[in-house]
């Protein structure tokens, strides 16, 4: 156990050198941000632009603060997830192909520490950030559209959180399979949109899959429950996530660690 600290230990001293946790967080804090600020101030925002006829009237629908959290979602499953790709995608295959990893597990290191230490800094890195960028929209919701009740906000979090944590574990199996960070990165994105729009396209056949966490989440807020079949697909995307990670220390242990 004293040996996993280390290497956690190390993982967050790593992503502070590197300022990761300076720019993620502020990514997920803006992007949360912006989309009550934009949501509220669109019709001044089209009315100073100039383009309307004289006289125009501008009248759009206020949306709910819940639908607003919930398009917050959609921003944090494209572009959040896009950034977190790129911040985690070389956590593995950067430091094999630099020597560090061989030099680090030369010692009486374990290829479980190595790999689930670093799983657990990404997933770190993600919950931080997720929840300041996530609780930063909900604040500017409450103030600027309506107020949602913490109930709703906490369950959409857990959900879509869990979805986060999905994704950056198969970004981390496939830094420790591939050596090229951009293939990691390209393959990362390209599984999850595919699970994404398969889960959406047969939203009844796969109501268990991982890729449904993120529209339950929306559910929570729109329709104030996460809709059927939870509990399979919450045990489906921890099964999932734990064979990623066994796939990701079968996987590092076959690669050539010293260059």
Known sequence: MNQWLVLFSKEMTEMWRSRKWIWVPLVFVLLGISQPVTTYYLPDLLQAAGSLPEGAVIEIPVPTGAE?????????????????????????????????AGLVLVKPVSFVSYITAKWAGAVTLTAVSFMAGFAASWY????????????????????????????????????????????????????????????????????????????????????GGPGTQLPLALAVTFAAIAALLFAAVRLFRRKELLP
């Open 140 to 223: 500017y919701t409450h103030i600027l559209i309506g107020s949602v009740a913490p109930s709703l906000f906490g369950g959409s979090l857990l959900l879509f959180g869990l979805w986060l944590v999905f994704v950056v574990t198969v970004a981390v199996m496939l830094s420790a399979w591939m050596n090229g960070n951009s293939g990691v990165a390209f393959l990362t994105i390209g599984s999850v949109l595919l699970l994404s729009v398969l889960t959406g396209l047969f939203n009844r056949a796969m109501n268990w899959s991982p890729g449904s966490l993120s529209g339950r989440a929306s559910l929570v807020l729109a329709d």
């Open 68 to 100: 607003v959290l919930a398009q917050t979602l959609s921003q944090f499953g494209m572009i959040g997830v896009l950034v977190l790709v790129l911040s985690i995608m070389g956590i593995v295959s950067s430091e094999r192909q630099s020597g560090a």
